[in-house]
């Protein structure tokens, strides 16, 4: 065992920590609603989802037909991400996007890149996984990416409504210009 690897974990502790902390403001910040909240791009949706736990394990539930952010159903798959790891610049010309993390944490990226959209050109960042569990609804036309963060593999479940098209999807590089975003761990 090197000296290095103490090191090591107490920084991944300190990052660990640093999320964990940020979750709390998020919760903090919606605190004053019920229910479904909405960040600073129009059109997305973040609602709190409901867990049924005990000494056996965990219901973690994501969408019903009967919810409001259900359209209709195209296709669920889900990604796995690791520590460290960005996977992104995506975005989906038609299809709209129902995000859950069931296991990890990430932290997902938003773009809005419709014109005609009242929030153009705005980013937004947010921890969603362990500790904050809630369904992201991202309607088509925003570039979104994420990042495995903590110590463990994310798993993305996405409940789309259409099923996967190569033809509606465009693509970029995570660390393309066009999209002012740094994937870097920043310092708050």
């Given amino acids: 065992m090197s000296l290095l690897q103490p090191v090591k974990y107490i920084e991944l502790a300190k990052i660990q920590f640093a999320l964990l902390y940020l979750i709390a403001l998020q919760r903090l910040q919606r605190a004053s609603g019920m229910g479904v909240w909405s960040v600073t791009i129009a059109g997305v949706r973040v609602k709190p ?55 990890g944490l990430i932290k997902l990226v938003l773009y809005d890149a419709r014109q ?28 979104n990416g994420f990042k495995g963060v903590g110590l463990q593999k994310a798993i993305v479940a996405n409940c789309a409504t259409i099923p996967h098209d190569p033809e509606e999807i465009l693509r970029l590089n995570p660390f393309d210009a066009s999209i002012p975003y740094d994937w870097g761990l920043k310092q708050r």
């Fill in 116 to 143: 005609q959209s009242t929030t153009f050109g705005e980013l937004t960042e947010l921890f969603i996984g362990e500790g904050n569990y809630c369904l992201v609804t991202i309607p088509p036309g925003i570039w």
């Fill in 49 to 103: 989802l409901r867990q049924i736990i005990d000494e056996r394990g965990k219901i973690m539930h994501m969408l019903r037909e009967d919810d409001q952010e259900f359209k209709r159903f195209g296709e669920i798959y889900f990604s796995t991400v690791q520590p460290g790891v960005v996977k992104g610049w995506h975005l989906h010309q038609k299809m709209e996007l129902n995000y859950a993390v069931i296991d």
